[in-house]
Protein backbone atom coordinates (compact mmCIF):
# COMPACT_ATOMS: atom_id res chain seq x y z
CA UNK A 1 0.00 0.00 0.00
CA UNK A 2 1.39 3.29 -1.51
CA UNK A 3 1.31 6.13 1.76
CA UNK A 4 2.17 9.53 0.96
CA UNK A 5 5.22 10.08 4.18
CA UNK A 6 6.19 13.43 3.15
CA UNK A 7 2.99 15.18 4.01
CA UNK A 8 2.16 13.46 7.68
CA UNK A 9 2.40 17.13 9.46
CA UNK A 10 0.11 18.47 7.06
CA UNK A 11 -2.71 16.24 6.48
CA UNK A 12 -5.26 18.01 8.19
CA UNK A 13 -5.32 20.39 5.03
CA UNK A 14 -7.14 19.08 1.80
CA UNK A 15 -8.50 21.28 -1.09
CA UNK A 16 -10.65 18.19 -1.70
CA UNK A 17 -14.22 19.63 -1.01
CA UNK A 18 -15.63 15.61 -0.41
CA UNK A 19 -13.40 15.70 2.57
CA UNK A 20 -14.41 18.32 4.19
CA UNK A 21 -17.56 16.55 5.95
CA UNK A 22 -15.40 13.69 7.17
CA UNK A 23 -12.41 16.20 8.80
CA UNK A 24 -15.13 17.90 10.25
CA UNK A 25 -16.25 14.53 12.22
CA UNK A 26 -13.20 13.50 12.99
CA UNK A 27 -12.03 16.38 14.24
CA UNK A 28 -14.91 16.25 16.54
CA UNK A 29 -14.46 12.42 17.68
CA UNK A 30 -10.81 13.58 18.05
CA UNK A 31 -11.56 15.76 21.06
CA UNK A 32 -13.23 13.23 22.91
CA UNK A 33 -10.65 11.38 25.44
CA UNK A 34 -12.38 8.30 24.79
CA UNK A 35 -10.64 8.63 21.42
CA UNK A 36 -6.74 9.28 22.00
CA UNK A 37 -5.45 9.01 18.39
CA UNK A 38 -7.40 9.19 15.34
CA UNK A 39 -5.86 8.41 11.20
CA UNK A 40 -7.74 8.21 8.17
CA UNK A 41 -7.16 7.16 5.02
CA UNK A 42 -8.52 7.32 1.57
CA UNK A 43 -9.69 4.08 -0.32
CA UNK A 44 -6.30 4.01 -2.15
CA UNK A 45 -3.99 4.60 0.95
CA UNK A 46 -3.69 8.29 0.98
CA UNK A 47 -3.35 10.00 4.19
CA UNK A 48 -6.41 12.13 4.86
CA UNK A 49 -6.13 13.11 8.86
CA UNK A 50 -4.31 12.72 11.89
CA UNK A 51 -4.54 14.36 15.08
CA UNK A 52 -1.93 14.83 17.62
CA UNK A 53 -2.08 11.87 19.77
CA UNK A 54 -1.73 9.92 16.64
CA UNK A 55 1.04 10.75 15.97
CA UNK A 56 2.64 11.16 19.56
CA UNK A 57 1.13 7.58 19.72
CA UNK A 58 2.95 6.33 16.38
CA UNK A 59 6.27 7.97 17.70
CA UNK A 60 5.98 6.10 20.87
CA UNK A 61 5.52 2.75 18.74
CA UNK A 62 8.46 3.43 16.65
CA UNK A 63 10.36 5.08 19.28
CA UNK A 64 10.11 1.56 21.48
CA UNK A 65 12.06 0.07 18.42
CA UNK A 66 14.39 2.49 16.93
CA UNK A 67 15.59 4.14 20.65
CA UNK A 68 15.84 8.18 20.25
CA UNK A 69 16.09 8.03 16.40
CA UNK A 70 12.28 7.79 15.62
CA UNK A 71 11.83 7.73 11.90
CA UNK A 72 8.94 9.96 10.30
CA UNK A 73 6.51 7.33 9.14
CA UNK A 74 3.90 4.97 10.34
CA UNK A 75 4.00 2.11 12.09
CA UNK A 76 4.12 -1.14 9.73
CA UNK A 77 1.46 -2.71 11.83
CA UNK A 78 -1.21 0.31 11.28
CA UNK A 79 -0.45 0.41 7.56
CA UNK A 80 -0.57 -3.09 7.43
CA UNK A 81 -4.28 -2.97 9.03
CA UNK A 82 -4.72 -0.31 6.54
CA UNK A 83 -4.42 -2.89 4.11
CA UNK A 84 -6.48 -5.29 5.49
CA UNK A 85 -9.30 -2.41 5.47
CA UNK A 86 -8.58 -2.02 1.71
CA UNK A 87 -8.42 -5.76 0.78
CA UNK A 88 -12.50 -5.64 2.74
CA UNK A 89 -13.36 -2.78 0.34
CA UNK A 90 -12.39 -5.26 -2.70
CA UNK A 91 -14.94 -7.69 -1.32
CA UNK A 92 -18.01 -5.22 -2.23
CA UNK A 93 -20.13 -6.06 1.19
CA UNK A 94 -23.37 -4.07 1.08
CA UNK A 95 -23.71 -0.93 3.57
CA UNK A 96 -25.02 -2.85 6.69
CA UNK A 97 -21.84 -4.98 6.59
CA UNK A 98 -19.57 -2.10 6.61
CA UNK A 99 -20.99 -0.43 9.10
CA UNK A 100 -20.53 -3.74 11.41
CA UNK A 101 -17.11 -4.10 10.24
CA UNK A 102 -14.32 -3.56 12.54
CA UNK A 103 -10.89 -5.15 12.50
CA UNK A 104 -8.29 -4.95 15.60
CA UNK A 105 -4.97 -5.78 16.44
CA UNK A 106 -2.27 -5.10 19.48
CA UNK A 107 0.96 -3.29 19.04
CA UNK A 108 3.45 -1.38 21.49
CA UNK A 109 5.29 -3.69 23.99
CA UNK A 110 3.68 -4.69 27.60
CA UNK A 111 4.96 -1.27 29.21
CA UNK A 112 2.96 0.25 26.64
CA UNK A 113 0.42 -1.69 24.69
CA UNK A 114 -1.61 -0.23 22.12
CA UNK A 115 -5.15 -1.39 20.45
CA UNK A 116 -5.72 -0.52 16.96
CA UNK A 117 -9.17 -0.42 15.82
CA UNK A 118 -9.82 -0.01 12.00
CA UNK A 119 -12.97 0.86 10.13
CA UNK A 120 -14.65 1.63 6.85
CA UNK A 121 -16.54 4.82 6.41
CA UNK A 122 -18.49 4.00 2.79
CA UNK A 123 -19.60 6.56 0.80
CA UNK A 124 -22.96 4.73 -0.92
CA UNK A 125 -23.03 6.98 -3.70
CA UNK A 126 -19.58 7.47 -4.54
CA UNK A 127 -17.18 4.26 -3.78
CA UNK A 128 -13.88 6.18 -4.44
CA UNK A 129 -14.80 8.19 -1.59
CA UNK A 130 -14.74 5.38 0.75
CA UNK A 131 -12.73 6.38 3.79
CA UNK A 132 -10.48 4.41 5.95
CA UNK A 133 -10.55 5.04 9.75
CA UNK A 134 -8.10 3.79 12.37
CA UNK A 135 -8.52 4.36 15.92
CA UNK A 136 -5.11 3.94 18.13
CA UNK A 137 -5.97 3.37 22.20
CA UNK A 138 -3.14 2.56 24.49
CA UNK A 139 -4.72 -0.45 26.63
CA UNK A 140 -5.34 1.32 30.11
CA UNK A 141 -7.97 0.97 32.63
CA UNK A 142 -10.76 1.98 30.31
CA UNK A 143 -9.98 -0.45 27.45
CA UNK A 144 -8.43 -3.35 28.90
CA UNK A 145 -12.28 -4.80 29.53
CA UNK A 146 -11.35 -8.69 28.20
CA UNK A 147 -13.73 -9.51 25.47
CA UNK A 148 -16.44 -12.14 25.94
CA UNK A 149 -15.50 -14.10 22.95
CA UNK A 150 -11.65 -14.30 24.51
CA UNK A 151 -12.38 -15.24 27.72
CA UNK A 152 -14.64 -18.08 26.28
CA UNK A 153 -11.97 -19.37 23.69
CA UNK A 154 -9.66 -19.24 25.59
CA UNK A 155 -11.25 -20.33 28.99
CA UNK A 156 -10.03 -17.87 31.20
CA UNK A 157 -10.70 -18.26 34.81
CA UNK A 158 -10.98 -15.32 36.21
CA UNK A 159 -7.94 -15.19 37.84
CA UNK A 160 -6.32 -15.18 35.19
CA UNK A 161 -8.64 -12.11 33.48
CA UNK A 162 -7.16 -10.36 36.18
CA UNK A 163 -3.60 -10.96 35.30
CA UNK A 164 -4.25 -10.23 31.75
CA UNK A 165 -5.83 -6.90 33.21
CA UNK A 166 -2.37 -6.25 35.05
CA UNK A 167 -0.36 -7.27 32.01
CA UNK A 168 -2.22 -4.35 29.82
CA UNK A 169 -1.74 -1.86 32.45
CA UNK A 170 2.47 -2.83 31.91
CA UNK A 171 2.68 -4.28 35.63
CA UNK A 172 5.92 -6.45 36.12
CA UNK A 173 5.33 -9.93 38.23
CA UNK A 174 6.31 -8.61 41.37
CA UNK A 175 3.36 -5.42 40.67
CA UNK A 176 0.82 -7.75 40.30
CA UNK A 177 1.57 -10.02 43.11
CA UNK A 178 1.61 -7.52 45.37
CA UNK A 179 -2.07 -5.98 43.92
CA UNK A 180 -3.59 -9.46 43.77
CA UNK A 181 -1.60 -10.11 47.35
CA UNK A 182 -0.67 -13.60 45.93
CA UNK A 183 2.79 -14.75 45.69
CA UNK A 184 5.20 -14.11 42.68
CA UNK A 185 5.74 -17.73 41.76
CA UNK A 186 1.74 -18.12 41.44
CA UNK A 187 1.92 -14.90 39.42
CA UNK A 188 4.69 -16.67 37.13
CA UNK A 189 2.19 -19.88 37.15
CA UNK A 190 -0.20 -17.59 36.11
CA UNK A 191 1.42 -16.12 33.45
CA UNK A 192 2.85 -19.99 32.35
CA UNK A 193 -0.91 -20.73 31.68
CA UNK A 194 -2.02 -17.90 29.71
CA UNK A 195 1.11 -18.35 27.52
CA UNK A 196 -0.07 -22.22 26.65
CA UNK A 197 -3.55 -21.23 26.35
CA UNK A 198 -3.03 -18.12 23.95
CA UNK A 199 -0.15 -20.10 22.23
CA UNK A 200 1.96 -17.25 23.17
CA UNK A 201 5.95 -16.80 23.39
CA UNK A 202 5.89 -13.34 25.14
CA UNK A 203 3.20 -11.54 27.52
CA UNK A 204 2.66 -8.67 24.49
CA UNK A 205 1.64 -11.53 22.40
CA UNK A 206 -0.62 -12.68 24.65
CA UNK A 207 -2.35 -9.35 24.80
CA UNK A 208 -2.26 -10.03 21.11
CA UNK A 209 -4.32 -12.84 20.81
CA UNK A 210 -7.18 -11.49 23.74
CA UNK A 211 -7.38 -8.29 22.40
CA UNK A 212 -7.33 -8.72 18.65
CA UNK A 213 -9.79 -10.30 16.17
CA UNK A 214 -9.66 -14.45 16.08
Known amino acids: MAVTQKNLSHVNSHED ?8 YLETIADRRSVPGVLSFSATGEVLYMNAEAETVSRQILGSRAGDKTPDHLPLEVLDLCTELQKSLQEQLN ?27 PDPHRGHDTR ?7 IG ?4 VIPVQATERFHLTEREQEIVQHIADGRTNKDIANALSISEHTVKEHVRHLLKKT ?15 P
Open 199 to 213: KSSTRTAILAQIYQD
Open 141 to 144: RESR
Open 95 to 121: LEDYEHLEIRRVTGNAELPILLRGFLL
Open 132 to 138: ILILMEK
Open 17 to 24: GHARPLMS
